[in-house]
């Protein structure tokens, strides 16, 4: 059944935007949202969450109905902070309260095949892939796609969890029983049972546990912020270079470093893909460039963005201000790139470093012409390898910016 479209409201400075989430992006969404007059009430099941440091909190899971409908009470409009929020919430709510973004969205993007299927629907390129649910689906798709691949869960699966680069077919076997247990058990998925399209295989992209992904060599990887309201009005942010570490975002480098047509390029294509989806709010398109300029949409993601997190400091309008434009209905703000950017995130290992830095003169930031801007997330606590902030460095030239991450040594551990 299709899902029944919100009649588009305008939310007036004053309003209450309610968040499913109650961490870093709904905190920062709180924090811009905030400085335009709205209220905002969060529901997330972390005691002191981020958001809740800011605003009000309902502590309750995620799949609490009753607590997902006393949100609602409170709110004059809700949006979502993470794309695992439970869909079915998401759902209920958008029967029963104003939820611009809708479900269906949320729906898409909690499963890889069901995004890849939407992405390639609106006539934007992926890599290619195929979906697995036995390891005989596995073993001919690597001898259809070539190795190196990538297997992945359609579901779940963050910073570089749930899934494993496949170089040997000699890996096929073991990434499969790790990536999906559950079909690892039974003997017809190991030793060759239907594989899809096969009698006995419905095709359905549920029935399929895991996707491969041919192996893209790519020059780099960018991203675009797109932000759409109900009105339909369509605008896109600077393209990042992305540079990953342990399959941890650790850079974005705006602009990004390729030729201004592929950066145009990117920004045509991540805001065709907002238009095609009908989605409202923010939508970021994470890509790889080839070497000879091609560009194929990886992944998809339904709100603000780790990526996009230098344009708090560095354009006209930040992520989370436009997101709130966005969801309210308002006019979106201006996306223009005010200075040259370098963000860094800031994980557990490198918190305390950071922090005590901010405390005393820097010197690298004095000589290299380079402002520093930390944000801290208010996490209560501290992880190797858990995002706890980000450091927005702006500058004259983006290579200054990198000379202050390595020259600082926060980032060697």
């Known amino acids: 059944m299709p899902e029944r479209k919100a009649q588009p409201r305008t939310l007036r400075p004053g309003s209450t935007v309610g968040v499913l989430g109650g961490g870093q992006l709904g905190r920062m969404m709180a924090l811009a949202g905030s400085a335009m007059g709205y209220r905002f009430v ?3 099941p ?3 969450a981020p958001c809740g440091q800011v605003s009000p909190q309902i502590v309750a899971a995620y799949d609490d109905i009753d607590a997902a409908r006393e949100l609602a009470r409170r709110a004059d409009v809700i949006t979502y902070e993470f794309e695992n929020v439970d869909a079915g919430v998401a759902a209920v709510l958008a029967e029963e309260s104003y939820v611009p973004q809708g479900s269906a969205l949320l729906h898409t993007t909690q499963h890889r ?3 890849k299927a939407a992405i390639e629907a609106a006539g934007v390129p992926v ?3 195929r979906k697995v649910a036995s390891l005989a689906d596995l073993k001919a798709a690597a001898a259809e796609l070539g190795l190196p691949a990538v297997l992945k869960t359609v579901t779940g699966g963050y910073d570089g969890k749930g899934q494993a680069v496949l170089r040997r077919e000699d890996e096929l076997e073991d990434a499969f029983r790790r990536l999906a247990p559950e079909r690892a058990g039974s003997a017809a998925s190991l030793q060759g049972g239907p594989a899809a399209g096969d009698a006995g295989f419905t095709g359905a992209e549920e029935d399929a546990p895991l996707v491969i992904e041919k192996f893209v060599p790519f020059r780099c990887e960018i991203s675009v912020i797109a932000a759409r309201s109900p009105r339909g009005e369509v605008k896109s942010f600077p393209a990042a270079e992305n540079i990953h570490v342990n ?3 650790h850079l974005s480098i705006v602009p990004a470093r390729v030729p201004e047509a592929i950066q145009r390029k990117a920004r045509e294509l991540a805001e065709k893909l907002i238009a095609g989806l009908d989605a409202v709010g923010l939508l970021a398109v994470e890509m790889f460039v080839t070497g000879d300029g091609e560009l194929f949409v990886n992944e998809l993601a339904p709100r603000p963005h780790n990526s996009g997190h230098y344009t708090m400091d560095a354009c006209a309008t930040s ?5 709130v434009r966005a969801v309210c209905n308002l006019p979106l703000g201006d996306t223009e790139l005010l200075t040259p950017a370098v963000m860094v995130n800031v994980l557990g290992q490198h918190l305390e470093g950071a922090v005590g830095r901010f405390c005393t003169d820097d ?3 004095n000589r290299l012409g380079v402002i520093p801007k930390l944000h801290i997330y208010g996490k209560t606590e501290s992880k190797t390898g858990r995002k706890m902030g980000h450091i927005n460095l702006l500058c004259k030239d983006t290579a200054d910016s990198l000379a202050w991450v390595e020259q600082t040594n926060l980032w060697r551990n």
């Open 247 to 249: 399959n941890i975002l």
């Open 113 to 115: 095949l069901r995004e």
């Open 319 to 323: 992520q989370f201000e436009q997101h």
């Open 42 to 44: 969060a529901l997330d």
């Open 363 to 365: 010197e690298e930031a």
């Open 46 to 48: 972390a005691p002191d």
């Open 127 to 129: 890599a290619p892939y």
